[in-house]
């Protein structure tokens, strides 16, 4: 499980002399020694051949404390299953009762030596610390906390030629969830657990029980800092020149500066660092400098509130930085460190805090009343001037001075358009807004009566007007282009009227967005406009959009939903696709029926549609039944001279814009 460069090699027979029995293992050479267990390497005989990693308690440190945490470790390896993290293969004891256990054996070097010795570049580096966070990320899903983070317990080993690390040495794991074993170790009061280089402030509190998975976070953190500038945060004279208190202290209080600041104050080994990088120390300080000065900054912060709350998001956001998108990490903001002088300096900037409070809050709150009854101020004279304006227009349209324009008291309300669309351009010249309003209003009136001549002059002023008031991109300019097209639409001027609609559609999608109502009715027009000069394709792919997008918003039974399947079955019907048409047209009809009854002009046009549908078909009986109901209601409901009842009789389909 570790280097074997320099341990301590034993013969066959001197492990044979230790030990009287390990079953099928066979000691060959020690690798390490811990503060409780020896690790060796060892060949399994049976029932695999292969070559392991053999943990047994140290002879004499078998006693319950000790024996309680190498059972955790033991415990903690055999939960988790992660290509990051060593496995566990068997357990077992001595005759002697020293307990081993039996892992995987990873021939391989602690994670730092091995990024130095092949000088891998900082992308590779932090490609490599991902994948032990993620390992890290394993074991806090499965409760557990390693504790005791560092390079010498993350071995990187090679497969296929790709380094793979490898977390090793959970002995001073703890157990969020579940207890490891009977006796599973926690910090005690008063004592602390782990390396002091690698150490959270957490973990260097001795009062301090809440250990939780943020220090795995902190350890990584420093790993973070080593791997980036080739030396920990605090070296060891520095860290350990005061004695235990006061190493303790620094780990708990002082912040590391940051790693591209570390990097520039080591001087003449800097070059060797950023050799080691393949890289100048000028550009690794400038690679260093902004977002991985964050990241681990992040990672290191004393206050674990403030730091990754998991390994995950510590790889999420480096995963971040090599893709070149912004990190989650920032600079420490000025208020942050405002807050860092406010807990030095808590009673003075106590007082003087209440009363700038008060200041503030008295005048902001004299401001935002004052604002208020100006804003209210403003909006109602506007609404009130807005209001007389229209209700002195309104006077002088229903006022008719001359008798013989008059003629006595039967005065049309065709007449009463005609003169107020005459005299708009006098009575509202001060507000050119309300101007276009009216306009607008008046034409899409015109419009609804039949007269699309003169709905296109109304329309085509209340555009322009918008368009210079207003600007392109406001949402009622973009109406009056939509309804302008429209009514051009309406006379048979396809191109000129294509051009109208097409333009307020693709400015609708950009300002309102492709779901707004307002841009589904520009997409119908549009695909009304493309079947009408026979691009039925262009039409068909248009309009399914259309109907897809109106069921996902507004729902299948909703009135402009039934709408886009009308205009997706005239188009598949001038394609000769009859049978889906008829479907639609039926869907449709059923659904209008439902909503407003059978006499409604939209239940009467997809029925009338349906007709034609089916004559095409050579379903004459049903045809001319379905034909003759439709003209029948139509002479009673709109009267036999309206265009829709003209067309009927002419030829049922009626095609409309919204």
């Known amino acids: 499980m570790a280097n074997a460069a320099d341990d301590k090699t034993l013969s066959n027979a001197s492990a044979q002399t230790s030990f009287t029995s390990l079953g099928p293992y066979r000691l060959i050479q020690m690798l390490g020694m811990g503060g409780m267990g020896e690790v060796w390497r060892a060949e399994q005989t049976a029932p695999f051949h292969r070559i392991v990693a053999l943990k047994l308690i140290k002879a004499g440190m078998d006693t319950r404390a000790v024996v309680a945490r190498f059972e955790s470790e033991r415990q903690a390896l055999a939960l988790m299953e992660h290509p990051n993290i060593a496995k566990v293969f068997d357990a077992g004891g001595t005759p002697e009762g020293r307990p081993y256990f039996v892992m995987e054996y990873v021939p391989g070097l602690p994670l730092t030596t091995y990024c130095d010795k092949h000088r891998l570049t900082i992308p590779d580096r932090l490609a490599l610390f991902t994948q032990v966070c993620e390992g890290v990320q394993h074991a806090h899903q499965k409760a557990i906390i390693h504790r005791d983070l560092k390079p010498s317990n993350v071995l990187v080993g090679e497969l ?24 599973t170790m926690y910090t005690e009061v008063g004592g602390v657990v782990g390396t002091p280089d690698y150490m959270s402030p957490e973990q260097a509190d001795s009062t301090e029980r809440n250990i939780d998975t943020r220090t795995d976070v902190y350890s990584l953190g420093v790993i973070l800092y080593e791997l980036l500038v080739g030396s920990l945060p605090f070296t060891s004279q520095e860290l350990r020149g005061g004695g235990t208190p006061a190493m303790l202290q620094k780990i708990r209080a002082e912040e590391p500066t940051l790693p591209s600041t570390k990097l520039k104050s080591l001087g003449g080994s800097s070059t060797d660092s950023a050799a080691k990088r393949q890289e100048e120390p000028q550009t690794l300080r400038r690679h260093l400098r902004g977002e991985l000065d964050w990241i681990t900054m992040k990672a290191l912060e004393k206050d674990r509130t403030r730091r990754y709350g998991s390994p ?74 807005a209001s007389q304006r229209v209700a002195d227009f309104m006077t002088r349209m229903f006022k008719v001075s001359d008798p013989n324009e008059g003629r006595g008291n039967a005065v049309t309300a065709r007449e009463i358009l005609d003169k107020g669309s005459k005299e708009i351009d006098a009575g509202l010249a001060n507000d050119p807004e309300l101007q276009a309003r009216l306009l607008y209003v008046m034409g899409g009136t015109y419009e609804g009566l039949g007269l699309f001549s003169r709905a296109e002059s109304l329309l085509a002023r209340s555009l322009e007007i918008r368009r210079r008031v207003l600007g392109l991109q406001n949402p009622d300019t973009l109406a009056s282009m939509n309804d302008l097209g429209e009514s051009i639409w309406r006379q048979g001027r396809y191109p000129e009227a294509e051009k109208l609609v097409h333009e307020a559609l693709d400015r609708r999608q950009r300002v309102l967005g492709p779901n707004h109502p307002a841009t589904l009715v520009s997409m119908s027009n549009l695909g009304l406009l493309l079947e009408q000069e026979s691009r039925y394709g262009e039409a068909e792919k248009l309009i399914r959009q259309l109907l897809e997008a109106q069921r996902r918003t507004v729902g299948p039974s909703d009135d402009v939903t039934l709408n886009a399947e009308v205009s997706l079955a005239n188009v598949l019907s001038d394609e000769g696709h009859g049978p889906e048409a008829e479907k639609l047209y039926q869907h449709a009809a059923d659904g209008w029926r439902r909503l407003f009854g059978v006499e409604h002009p939209s239940t009467l046009r997809a029925l009338a549609d349906l007709a034609i549908c089916l004559d095409d078909d050579g379903h004459y009986a049903e045809a001319e039944k379905l034909h003759r109901e439709a003209i029948e209601i139509k002479n009673r409901v709109l009267g036999p001279e309206h265009p829709h009842n003209r067309l009927s009789k002419a030829s049922p389909r009626l095609t409309s814009f919204h």
Do not use: C, W
């Not at 600079?331 to 807050?339: E, F, L, V």
């Open 160 to 183: 296929n030629q790709k380094p793979v690390p490898k977390i090793i040495d959970f002995g001073l794991a703890k157990a969020t969830g579940p207890r490891l074993s009977e006796d």
């Open 312 to 385: 995950a998001e510590l790889a999420a956001d480096i995963q971040r930085h090599l893709r070149d998108e912004p990190v989650l990490a920032g600079p420490p903001s000025t208020s942050y460190r405002a807050g860092k002088f406010v807990r030095r300096h808590r009673f003075g900037v106590g007082v003087a805090t209440v009363a700038a409070l008060l200041l503030i809050a008295f005048a902001t709150t004299m401001a935002l009343q004052a604002r208020r009854i100006a804003k209210e101020r403003d909006r109602a004279n506007r609404e009130a001037a």
